[in-house]
């Protein structure tokens, strides 16, 4: 049988706006109106089409459009000052009593789900919002925790009516080509891929991670070749 195999095209972003894509790919953003000013700032209704994602959103963006925006001095002090307000949150000293902990250790903190930001479809509620605004909190305080979860394939259904009135749910896939995720390397550079028993076979997990502030959030994904069909769903 033949694979097939998607590939996405982005614009080449000019090095004068390269702090975007870094911003975009840090959920910072969502937690500072400024940084969300700033991409809504490039175009209002692009933004709210796609459903104020970053990524998917600054992919959208022309390139024409990008150069005339690495020209626009009140474009640029606008990004000065986010930048320098992200920069900030790195350099903070950590607010928080001390701790039992050392070197490269981490808390762990496992969650089912994860609520950070729509972007990131991997919760239904309020325990997924809960975990979430748990790892802002640990940033803000700069507390060494590393989040673990599960990258859903259908994050979350939409809710409707139908014609007798009854509620349905419908599913949607999730693209992880526009979520803020990156694949997370081992020690020579290569894709990390971990193995868990299962009760009938090992399972494959690949690992991404996400950036939410000061610290970082592991999912783990199945949907891998190796794996049965069981597995990877």
Known sequence: MEILETFKVYPDIPEELSFLDYLAGNLWFSWNHEAVDLFRRINPGQWERKKRNPVAFLSSISQRQFEKLSMDAGFLDHMKRVQEKFEKMFSKEPDYLNLEIEGRETIAYFSMEFGLHESLPCFAGGLGVLAGDHLKAASALGLPITGIGLLFGQGYFRQFLNHEGWQQEKYFENDIFDMPLQRVKDRFNNDLVIAVTGDEEVIKAA??????????????????????????N
């Open 207 to 232: 690992v991404w991670q996400v950036k939410v502030g000061r610290v970082r959030l592991l999912f783990l994904d199945t949907n891998l070749r190796e794996n049965s069909a069981f597995a990877r």
